[in-house]
């Protein structure tokens, strides 16, 4: 079985340019989630997707962040235009998202490492 | 606001040895909590879970124990092996109206020497 896919592994731009993450999530995976991940942390969640509607996006910074997954499976994560304090690993994570279960794995995908200078 | 606290940032043990990383939570809505561990340029990776209605469960080498009057939870490897050598994160879930949200700690860096 495939992982989360995620593209491109490694970016680096200068400030106030925009950047676009692409995630593939597992196979039949309802639940789509994107993670910020600065140094020294642990990820914090960004936006959670079931299917192609938004379930949580309270952390996410919507003066610069946005996020879609038109079709229900992939999804792409964009900033614009980025700062200095968007250096981070940007994660991508899916689950089943089957209806009941509260207590779901989540499979992360690789990450793409994000560098602004 | 860190509801997820791991304080030791790294933690090195000898191979054969236990290893025990501690993680500590503030919110007593978590109900759910998971280790992951992630090795560099990988995403992280499911380990072990454990629900707030019991204090331990135990898969191989692994061992969590949870202690919700002290909102403490730990993680324990015996024996511990160099390929357990990676970053461990805690993480707790909260759920607020039907979204599973994971709030993650801060990350040990395990290392494991032969």
């Known amino acids: 079985e495939a992982g989360v896919a995620q593209s491109p592994r490694y970016k680096i731009i200068e400030k106030r340019q925009s950047v676009a993450f692409w995630c593939n999530p597992i196979s039949g995976h309802a639940t789509l989630y994107w993670y910020q991940q600065i140094l020294g942390q642990g990820p914090k969640l960004l936006i959670q997707?079931?299917?192609?509607?938004?379930?949580?996006d309270s952390q996410l910074p919507k003066d610069r962040f946005s996020a879609e997954r038109l079709k229900g499976v992939d999804s792409t994560l964009k900033i614009q235009p980025a700062k200095l304090e968007d250096s981070a690993v940007y994660l991508c994570?899916?689950?089943?998202?089957?209806?009941?279960?509260?207590?779901?794995?989540?499979?992360f995908g690789p990450g793409t490492r994000l560098l602004v200078l | 606001d860190q509801q997820v606290k791991q304080n030791s940032p790294s933690l090195s043990v000898q191979e054969g040895r236990i290893s025990i990383l501690n993680c500590d939570y503030t919110n007593s809505m978590f109900d759910y909590f998971l280790w992951y561990k992630k090795y560099p340029a990988e995403g992280p990776t499911f380990l072990i879970s454990i629900s707030s209605i019991k204090d331990k469960n135990e898969d191989g080498r692994f061992t969590v124990f949870l202690n919700k009057s002290a909102k403490h939870l730990s993680l324990h490897i015996v024996p511990s092996q160099p390929g357990d050598s990676a970053v461990y994160f805690c993480a707790a879930i909260s759920t607020t109206q039907g979204a599973q949200k994971l709030v993650f700690g801060q990350g040990t860096r395990l290392t494991i020497n032969p």
């Open positions: 994570a899916s689950s089943p998202g089957t209806s009941g279960t509260r207590q779901e794995t989540q499979y």
């Open positions: 997707f079931q299917n192609n509607g938004v379930v949580d």
